[in-house]
């Protein structure tokens, strides 16, 4: 089952455009692992 991924009208998502991950080389998941690693440690 697929899902839509709803973006804005520019063609980027909301964390993109405050975050610039493409620019910084990561994704929402590494990001969402990164932070959950840091909450439990």
């Known amino acids: 089952m697929e899902q ?5 009208p520019g063609g980027q998502g909301l964390a993109e ?3 610039k ?3 910084h080389g990561t994704t929402v998941r590494t990001e969402l692992l990164a932070g959950l690693t840091t ?3």
């Open 4 to 8: 839509a991924v709803r973006t804005a």
């Open 17 to 19: 455009r405050l975050f």
């Open 21 to 23: 991950l493409q620019e």
């Open 39 to 41: 909450f439990l440690t």
